[in-house]
């Protein structure tokens, strides 16, 4: 059984045009220890999908499908339960180290939270294991910076505060959405170089959510390309990099700019934005920026299909080569 | 610390110079002669200048200025013309009523608001949060002296449960004296009241909304925990702000409410120190008003470095 399995999950978040599906039937498990990366454009659904298995969606989002946790369907728990999962079980960092720690606390205060809210730690304990974790993110001179206030860290140490306050209860399941967007490129390296050392340390999962195909290829196993709330194609990060069979996918793949590669012409674009949640086609939500597109596309929303081991997409023109 | 200290000092003094020099002038412009008005309009000339040189009004302007800042370095405020009595005795007796008065209307003001406001950000778009804020419209709309005169008609007239006005003394006992000013309390913090829950319902509607909040809730902190622990705190700058702000509402306030309730407050006491042209009373109760204006303000200033790490008190 999958340590976390999510099937069929839709959102639909309130706009001010009425309901809008964010996520519509995304589907995927993570193994214990697994890791899965979830690349795509912004307002495809990435972070919803996110916020949802935190249980922390805005008010008025309407969820349904199964998010199930040891078998255990989350969004059947109230909250209070919900609560004892989150920062315990599931823990998760955000894009904005430098507007997601709270101004007015020591950090040492705030890591110490979850801590004394899940395994009761107070006091000298609370600190000493606070301490603890701020050597294993390698924030330099803990015992002085535990009483350090976030504005008067880097977003870099701030992000390893971050990590070291969703590490603090030991979870299964690490979200990082965008863990590394704000940072300047040196610093991402490092935390990415991070997080991949405590996943293989502590054995628990992660779940990595990046707009960066070259990110994820280097951090995860697997990896689900989104585009307009679905899952278009999903499977083994090597497969899929070796032969990307959705049109979306190889779009990315060939967005990525290589670096040393002579550059002959523009930098390779997909043409087009993202829909608004609102204005999604019907059937396949690519359809009006795909080259590959034909009548059927218009008509009939394509189904995930097994292309190959470890590889799954949803494209009517998967078998054909690209345009 | 200490040469923060020092250099707020020295703005004091720079700013309550300031408003003594604006104080003294206004008044030398306002019509209506003290000796005139306290011997009437008919009074022989020898008489009113007789009365001229007993106040001093006799000497230049600028004279008169330098003996009253002078007296003021050795805590001496005057005489006051009407009174007889030095000034310093008068407002000493009356700021036992007002120091009271405005004191718990500032305190009830900021409980009723936090309160309040706290309840509606948190009911946000319910039919509670849409009561607060009509209660609060109302509240600003509804001028003060007609709104004391309700709560007279309400709990004096009808029910005798309090005074309709006056007040007896501390000596007669607190309990009488806290029944005399419930109502004037009541009556002046209404307004506040409603400016003060409006500012606290938008602060922390505001803060709800910052990242830091939806990383506690990741930490597992329930929506209520979320709120004290991690809301309220980064919500109270705004609030400390406007309650700066409003210290001096309820100074000019106290005039209305301690005519409406007759009160023997100082605000009572510079009314009619205005209309006898007691000019002695005037300018050293309008001072002192603004000394209490520049000091609160500076203690909210203290206040935001104590909430807030970010703003580092400048040395």
Redesign the interface.
């Known amino acids: 059984m999958a340590l976390l399995s999510v099937s069929d999950l839709t959102v639909e978040l309130q706009t001010s045009r009425g309901m809008a599906p964010a996520v519509r039937g995304v589907t995927f498990d993570l193994e214990k220890g697994g890791t899965l990366g979830v690349v795509g454009e912004s307002g495809c659904g990435k972070s919803v999908t996110a916020l949802a298995i935190m249980g922390l969606l805005p008010d008025g989002a309407r969820t349904t499908g199964r998010i199930e946790l040891d078998g255990a369907d989350l969004l059947a728990l109230d909250e209070e339960a919900r609560c004892r999962i989150r920062g315990n079980r599931i823990a998760m960092i955000f894009q904005e180290p430098m507007t997601s720690l709270n101004p007015v606390h020591r950090i040492g205060r705030q890591i110490a939270e979850p801590l004394r809210l899940h395994r009761g730690l107070r006091g000298a304990n609370a600190r000493d294991e606070v301490l603890r974790l701020l050597e294993r993110v390698g924030l330099p001179d803990p015992a002085r910076r535990i009483d350090a206030y976030p504005h008067q860290m880097s977003g870099g140490q701030r992000q390893r505060v971050m990590i070291a306050m969703a590490l603090s209860c030991a979870p299964d399941i690490l979200l990082a959405d965008e863990p590394t967007t704000a940072l300047d490129v040196t610093i991402q390296g490092q935390i990415l170089d991070l997080i991949n050392e405590l996943v293989d340390d502590t054995g628990m999962g992660l779940i990595l959510i990046s707009h960066d195909l070259g990110v994820i290829g280097e951090t995860t196993e697997n990896v689900a390309v989104m585009y307009g709330g679905t899952v278009v194609e999903h499977g083994a990060t090597d497969r899929l990099f070796a032969n990307f069979a959705h049109p979306y996918s190889q779009g990315l793949f060939a967005a990525i700019p290589q670096v040393g590669a002579a550059r002959t012409g523009p930098l390779r674009t997909i043409p087009g934005t993202v829909p608004e949640l609102a204005d999604l086609p019907s059937a396949c939500s690519f359809a009006d920026r795909c080259a590959r597109a034909t009548e059927i596309c218009w008509r009939q929303a394509p189904r995930m299909e097994r292309i190959g081991p470890d590889q799954r997409t949803a494209c009517h023109h998967h078998g054909e080569t690209a345009a | 610390m200490s040469v923060f200290l020092a250099r707020r000092f020295l703005t004091f003094l720079i700013t309550i110079s300031g408003a003594s020099v604006i104080i003294f002038l206004l008044l030398e412009v306002l019509p209506g002669d003290p000796a005139l008005t306290m011997l009437g309009v008919d009074a022989p000339d020898s008489a009113v200048a007789a009365i001229r040189l007993e106040l001093g009004l006799d000497r230049p302007a600028a004279v008169r200025y330098v003996a009253w800042i002078a007296g003021l370095f050795q805590g001496e405020m005057g005489l006051s013309y009407v009174y007889k009595v030095p000034v310093t005795e008068l407002i000493g007796q009356r700021l036992q009523v007002t120091l009271p008065l405005a004191i718990g209307s500032m305190a009830v003001a900021t409980l009723t608001a936090l309160s309040l406001g706290i309840f509606a950000a948190t009911n946000h778009n319910r039919i509670g949060d849409y009561g607060v804020m009509g209660f609060s419209q109302l509240g600003l709309a509804i001028p003060d002296f007609w709104f004391g005169i309700l709560l007279i008609i309400l709990f004096a007239v009808i029910l005798h449960w309090l005074p309709s006005g006056g007040f007896p003394g501390w000596d007669e006992g607190l309990w009488r004296g806290v029944k005399s000013l419930m109502l004037p309390v009541f009556t002046l913090s209404l307004s506040l009241t409603a400016v003060m829950t409006r500012v606290t319902r938008s602060a922390v509607l505001e803060v709800a909304r910052?990242?830091?909040v939806?990383?506690?809730?990741?930490?597992?902190?329930?929506?209520r925990a979320a709120l004290w622990?991690?809301v309220l705190?980064?919500a109270l700058v705004p609030v400390l702000t406007i309650g700066g702000v409003l210290v001096a509402t309820v100074l000019t306030g106290t005039l209305v409410i301690e005519n409406v309730f007759a009160l023997p407050g100082v605000g009572k006491l510079i009314f009619d120190a205005i209309s006898n042209r007691d000019l002695m009373v005037v300018k050293n109760v309008v001072l002192l008003f603004a000394a209490i204006v520049v000091v609160v303000n500076f203690m909210v200033d203290i206040l935001y470095a104590m909430?807030?790490?970010?703003i580092r008190i400048q040395t």
């Not at chain 2, 506690?216 to 329930?222: I, Q």
């Not at chain 2, 909430?307 to 970010?310: A, E, G, K, L, S």
């Open positions: 910052e990242d830091f939806r990383t506690a809730r990741a930490k597992g902190l329930s929506r622990r991690h705190r980064n909430v807030d790490p970010r």
